[in-house]
């Protein structure tokens, strides 16, 4: 139903910018909530953002707020995630994730949750070097 394609991964210095881009083709609903999350080698997967398609209401994990802003373009039918003072720390794997949402919707929480995801990219390497 949902394909996710990402975009925008690579190298960066410590304290510099880097934008990631996702892709969504297929049928979604206005209600869908579309995520970024993280994984570094041998570390669980993370909650970074989500955003709410149609209202365009946001959330952040504390460790990116005010560093990182997730946004979405409803012409290009895209999710971006801005990252700006990248630290070390932030080095990972990032993907982005999908949650299709008819009539129910659930707490903050239960979208940073990655098993409650249904679709997901490939996975796009962030690299932040001191």
């Known amino acids: 139903q949902v394909q996710l394609v990402e975009s925008g991964g690579g190298l960066v210095q410590a304290g510099g910018s880097l934008r990631l881009s996702c892709a969504a083709s297929?049928?979604?609903?206005?209600?869908?909530?579309m995520g970024w999350f993280r994984q570094a080698p041998g570390k669980e997967r993370e909650f970074v953002a989500f955003?709410?398609?149609?209202?365009?209401?946001?959330y952040y994990a504390d460790s990116v707020k005010g560093r990182f802003t997730i946004s979405r373009d409803n012409a290009k039918n895209t999710v971006d995630l801005q990252m700006n003072s990248l630290k070390v720390e932030d080095t990972a794997d990032y993907y982005c994730?999908?949650?299709?949402?008819?009539?129910?919707?659930?707490?903050?929480?239960?979208?940073?949750?990655?098993?409650?995801?249904?679709?997901w990219g490939q996975g796009t390497q962030v690299t932040v070097s001191s």
């Open positions: 994730a999908a949650k299709p949402t008819g009539l129910t919707s659930y707490s903050k929480t239960y979208y940073t949750l990655p098993q409650n995801y249904d679709y």
């Open positions: 955003i709410i398609w149609n209202s365009g209401s946001t």
């Open positions: 297929g049928r979604t609903f206005s209600r869908d909530r």
